[in-house]
């Protein structure tokens, strides 16, 4: 059974960084798509950033664009969202997210407050 795990959420002020970790575990070996979601309160939850599984490349939200780096280890196992210059409207629980097989694997959340 997969699972999903992130870390890396804290409390920061505006203009400063986070670096988000997600890691997966109980999968089979392979290249997955993965993405970031987040939810703010009161709000849906939004897609952030993508890696394809082929080729590796990254997707983002226009919000982020310029500011948020999404990576993956070479093992797979590990997932990582950069987030620089942080804005208020970026607080939100961050999800890491992994479909296989038509199974949708989501982490527990990580929060992320942008205050002064």
């Known amino acids: 059974q997969g699972q999903l795990v992130e870390s890396g959420g804290g409390l920061v002020q505006p203009g400063g960084s986070l670096r988000l970790s997600c890691v997966a575990s109980?999968?089979?070996?392979?290249?997955?798509?993965m993405t970031w979601y987040r939810q703010a309160l009161g709000k849906e939850r939004e897609q952030v950033a993508t890696?394809?599984?082929?080729?590796?490349?990254?997707l983002y939200a226009d919000s982020v664009k310029g500011r948020f780096t999404i990576s993956r280890d070479s093992t797979q196992k590990f997932l990582y969202l950069q987030m620089n210059n942080l804005e208020r409207e970026d607080t939100a629980v961050y999800y890491c997210?992994?479909?296989?097989?038509?199974?949708?694997?989501w982490g527990q959340g990580t929060q992320v407050t942008v205050a002064s």
């Open positions: 109980g999968f089979a070996p392979g290249i997955y798509a």
């Open positions: 997210h992994r479909r296989k097989d038509g199974v949708d694997y």
């Open positions: 890696i394809t599984s082929a080729g590796g490349i990254a």
